[in-house]
């Protein structure tokens, strides 16, 4: 059985403000190299696999963009 995401972004709704990737412990969000239909850099992850699903950084996001899932 596949692992279910562990965090997931509303890509279009995200400003690229960052304060995710700062507060991420194990540094797994990045900032896209393509832009959204509001012209911002949007946060993804590349390697679900290593989140923990701590949420801190949907804790952080001030434009509640991002969900966490815990298995």
Known sequence: ???QKSVVF???RCK?????TAVCP???ISMSEEINSQ???YAEVKEQDQ??????CATMC???VIKVYKE
């Open 10 to 12: 509303d890509f279009e």
């Open 39 to 41: 012209g911002y850099h």
């Open 1 to 3: 059985m596949e692992k």
């Open 26 to 28: 194990v540094n797994i």
């Open 62 to 64: 001030p434009d509640v």
């Open 16 to 20: 690229g403000c960052e304060l995710c």
């Open 51 to 56: 989140c923990i699903s701590c949420a801190m």
